[in-house]
């Protein structure tokens, strides 16, 4: 085994002098190794790994410590007042930089097809002042409560751009006046309130309903007017009775009492007589049409009394009475 | 005897709880390296019947997770020499095992290499009042087995029944049910020191670990390296290790003698070491690296650099022919396996039916070992490489890996050993009748 004793000996023996060797007074430091490090983990290591391998243990530290640290913070900086006003005055004034944007602004509202009445309700209901941020205009409560003017049927409201807020009525058209016990209102024909007046001259174009209910039957109230060509220049109104059919008021204190269903079928029936007979020029008080049947006639107190008088009979007082047995009874009360 | 069945019984029944959790450890405690398995069972489900892969003798119902290697602290021959340093060695494995797995385990299964086993074939018999074997019956001939004086301080490791004979039919490897008059068994008991086996039970319960079964380190390396034809006609299994050279044969799928040589790889390291004035570090790389045992002319020629950094240059720069290594190196491996072949002389290793000897363990890996050992042991020997299970990494398929894997292969298919019979009823009445008594005189 060669080279496994590298030192050889005797090399010159002697008689030479040793050579001066300058040793130094120290020897230089060596650079420390670094001590290696144990790769055992130390026993608190050990179970503390061991103790984090516990699947609810590793969800608490990682989930839950995090969450609870997190909300501490959270709950610690936001419990002082100014920091809070701070936070929220900050986010407030970020949402309020971007809603004022100038893209955002509304500057100007137009109205179409609005009278001028409506256009200054209208007007007078936009929440804000104009210029404002779309933002703070709600356009669906806005049509929400503009639909609540009984003269607007239906609006139509849009932001174009441009910053125009536009908005498209359309108006009730007044169809009949409706004379109750409050007074009188203007109804359009589907019998929805448009407008209250005083005096029932200021719209003498009009056709005029009364009774309770009768606004409710509005529409069947104008077919009847419309049917009832003819005798229209006498057509005082329609009055709603009991709030189920119709009685078609003329002058001269005629009545014509429609029934409940086929009113229409009745005037028509009613006019038609009147065309063939003359019917309602001769002296009848009410023509009762409400059995279809059997057409009711009462004569007026002219025409009864004159058949009295044929008859023989003592003619009748305006209170319905025969004058003769009225005085009678008068005298029998008075005795 | 008595104390040690209830201690197994407990292992048992952790076992058991381990297995109904699923994640089990394998520790193997060598001289030169410790490893780590950690095994997952999962259900035998993983493969159908169509797949072709069949039972597989349990292996296919569980899986490797975690696998961990580190350098052994504090062992020499096979047994722990100092705690602490084990200890943390023990430590080191677990944490990083378990850091691979991504599980905790809390039931390890260790094997012991060294402690001086000592094995002993028992043989018992009883008569069959009944006429037919029960499952009392089997209990009762394995409590009648005459057990011989094992010596102070030892400790039973294992206990396994390996033959029935029913009216001198032999061979039986399950006589229940079977009628006959007398039934007899012969048991392998392999008894180790006591002190060993509890150093190493504390060591593990020092690392919050409970231990679930203690194996054999040459039984469990012969489960992993021989094959099945080889475990049932016979053969020896040598585990050639860092500080213990184990010995086990098998015959009829039984492990009938086991045995190891206190001396191993270190050995040949600190030969090297200190033939070449080396440092160990430096002396084990040249073993694993050049190291030989058939010397050629070629190696004459082919020089080894010994490195190495003591600060000399001339120490440093020297250089050997590979014949050297191989000179320092084959008389140590000679030794060894002579030691080997006295222990299967003693075992009647020549007597058996087939004569193959497997050699397996880091030890193996020496080249020319298999033309060493068949010159000295017999012509049938190969090297053996354990067994692949699933999941194992492919750097842990290493022959040093086998009794890592075979103690694996056990946890999954244990062995039935004595105490998974129940105790004899006739041992009861005595203790529970004294232990009533005392209750009763306690209490009143």
New interface residues.
């Given amino acids: 085994m060669q080279g496994l004793n590298p030192f050889q000996r005797g090399q010159g023996d002697g008689g030479r002098p040793a050579p001066v060797r300058h040793v130094p007074s120290r020897p230089a430091p060596q650079p420390q190794r670094p001590v290696r490090k144990d790769p055992a983990p130390s026993r608190l290591a050990y179970r503390l790994n061991r103790m984090m391998l516990r699947p609810l243990v590793r969800r608490l530290v990682h989930v839950g410590l995090p969450a609870f640290l997190a909300a501490l913070v959270a709950g610690i900086w936001l419990s002082d007042d100014t920091r809070r006003a701070n936070l929220t005055g900050g986010l407030d004034a970020i949402v309020d930089r971007i809603q004022h944007r100038e893209a955002f602004m509304v500057k100007m509202m137009t109205i179409e097809g609005a009278s001028p009445v409506v256009d200054k309700g209208l007007r007078a209901m936009l929440p804000v002042d104009l210029p404002a941020s779309s933002f703070e205009i709600d356009l669906e409560k806005l049509r929400e409560r503009v639909l609540k003017l009984d003269a607007v049927e239906a609006v139509d409201l849009r932001i174009k751009p441009g910053g125009i807020l536009s908005a498209v009525v359309t108006e009730r058209v007044p169809a009949v006046l409706w004379r109750h016990a409050r007074g009188i209102e203007i109804l359009d024909k589907t019998g929805h309130r448009v407008a209250s007046v005083t005096a029932r001259d200021i719209r003498s174009d009009l056709p005029i309903i009364s009774g309770e209910g009768a606004d409710r039957a509005a529409a069947e109230a104008l077919a009847l007017i419309d049917a009832a060509g003819p005798i229209l220049p006498r057509l005082r109104g329609l009055e709603r009775m009991g709030e189920r059919r119709w009685d078609v008021v003329l002058d001269r204190g005629q009545r014509i009492k429609l029934p409940e269903t086929g009113a229409l079928q009745a005037l028509e029936r009613a006019i038609a007589l009147d065309r063939a007979q003359h019917m309602l020029e001769r002296d009848i008080t009410v023509v009762d049409l409400r059995k279809q049947q059997r057409p009711v006639v009462r004569l007026g107190l002219d025409a009864q009394n004159a058949i009295r008088r044929a008859r023989g009979q003592p003619e009748l007082g305006p209170d319905g009475q025969p004058i003769a047995a009225k005085a009678t009874n008068g005298r029998k009360k008075s005795g | 005897m008595k104390d040690l069945y209830e201690v197994q019984r407990a292992m048992r029944n952790m076992r058991r709880q381990a297995m109904q959790r699923g994640v089990i450890a394998v520790l193997d405690i060598g001289t030169s390296k410790i490893a780590c398995l950690v095994l997952q069972f999962d259900g035998p489900s993983q493969f159908r019947e169509t797949d072709g892969v069949g039972p597989m003798a349990g292996q296919s119902n569980f899986r490797v997770i975690g696998t961990a290697t580190?350098r052994s602290?504090g062992m020499r021959y096979g047994e722990i020499e100092t705690m602490a340093e084990t200890e943390?060695?023990i430590?080191?494995v677990?944490?990083s095992a378990?850091?691979v797995a991504?599980?905790?385990v809390d039931h390890v299964i260790a094997c012991i290499s060294g402690a001086r086993p000592a094995s002993y074939g028992l043989a018992g018999e009883i008569a069959l009042p009944a006429g037919k074997v029960t499952e009392g019956d089997v209990a009762r001939v394995l409590a009648s087995c005459d057990v011989p004086d094992f010596g102070r301080g030892r400790e039973v490791l294992h206990a396994q029944p390996v033959n029935f004979a029913l009216d001198g039919r032999s061979g039986l490897s399950d006589p229940r049910d079977q009628s006959g008059s007398r039934l007899a068994c012969d048991m392998h008991v392999l008894t180790i020191d006591g002190d060993a086996a509890g150093n190493l039970e504390h060591c593990i319960r020092r690392?919050?670990m409970e231990l679930a079964g203690v194996a054999s380190a040459s039984y469990a390396s012969g489960l992993a390296a021989l094959v099945e034809d080889e475990q049932e006609l016979g053969a020896a299994c040598i585990d050639l290790g860092g500080g213990t050279t184990g010995v086990s044969v098998f015959i009829k799928k039984h492990m009938i003698f086991a045995d190891a040589v206190r001396v191993g790889g270190e050995l040949i390291t600190q030969d090297i070491a200190k033939g070449?004035?080396v440092s160990h570090a430096v002396a084990e790389r040249l073993k694993t690296l050049h190291g030989g045992l058939e010397a050629t002319g070629r190696d004459d020629r082919e020089m080894i650099e010994l490195g190495g950094e003591t600060g000399d240059w001339?120490?440093d720069r020297?250089?050997?022919s590979r014949a050297?290594l191989i000179g320092i190196m084959r008389p140590r491996v000679e030794e060894i396996l002579e030691n080997v072949a006295g222990i299967l002389d003693a075992a009647g290793f020549d007597s058996m039916p087939s004569r193959q000897i497997v050699l397996t363990g880091g030890g193996s890996q020496i080249p020319g070992l298999d033309v060493l050992a068949s010159r000295m042991l017999g012509q049938n020997v190969r090297i053996g490489r354990p067994l692949r299970i699933q999941g194992l990494p492919h750097n842990a398929t290493a022959p040093g890996f086998s009794s890592a894997i075979g103690l694996a292969l056990l946890t999954a298919h244990p062995q039935d050993e004595w105490w998974d019979f129940d105790m004899p009823a006739e041992h009861y009445p005595a203790r529970s009748l004294r232990r009533a008594y005392r209750w009763f005189r306690n209490n009143w």
Avoid: N
């Fill in positions: 580190t602290r943390r060695a430590r080191t677990i944490q378990q850091k991504g599980v905790r690392c919050d070449l004035r001339e120490t020297r250089s050997v050297d």
